[in-house]
Structures are given as structure tokens and as C-alpha cells.
């Protein structure tokens, strides 16, 4: 039988410090010199429709089942990608 690993504490120190890694550095490569969000205007936009989206998401995902959610983000995706080729 498969044996469950369990932590003392929900979050781990060493956990916290790799996702405050992983930002920093989708931070420092995104807004950085030379980075995919040059303007301040495009990172303002990107993290509304993330402040946005997510709640929604969260609550799709709790109330479709998980073959309706991925026609959902499906969906979702190829809207986006239309908005941006346009």
C-alpha cells in the first residue's frame, strides 16, 4: 500500500523560498532590460485580467466537472489568442 508523505507544516521554509524564487525570476524576466513586458501599461493589463481570472477559475473549476473545465480554458485560450493576433 502507498504510504502518504506528510509535512509538520502546511507550507514548508524551503518551499516558500522556491516560489519566491520562481517570481523573482519570471519578475526580473518579464520586466527586466530587454524583457517580454516593456511597458508598464502591458503589465498593469496582464495582472488585472490575473487578479480577475483567477477567482473566476477557481470557481469554474469547483462547479463544472474536470472534462467541461478544459473545454472551458480551451475555449478561453483560443479567444485570447485571437484578441492578440488581431
Not at 2 to 18: D, K, N
Not at 52 to 67: H, Q
Not at 75 to 83: D, E, Q, R
Amino acid at each position: 500500500a502507498r504510504r502518504a508523505v506528510q509535512c509538520s507544516t502546511p507550507v514548508s521554509r524551503c518551499g516558500r523560498l522556491v516560489v519566491i524564487s520562481l517570481v523573482g525570476r519570471i519578475g526580473i524576466t518579464a520586466l527586466g532590460p530587454g524583457g517580454v513586458l516593456v511597458t508598464t501599461r502591458t503589465a498593469l493589463i496582464l495582472a488585472a485580467t490575473a487578479v480577475a481570472g483567477t477567482p473566476i477559475g477557481v470557481f469554474a473549476n469547483s462547479t463544472v466537472s474536470a472534462e467541461a473545465f478544459g473545454t472551458l480554458l480551451g475555449v478561453f485560450v483560443a479567444i485570447i489568442a485571437v484578441l492578440v493576433r488581431s
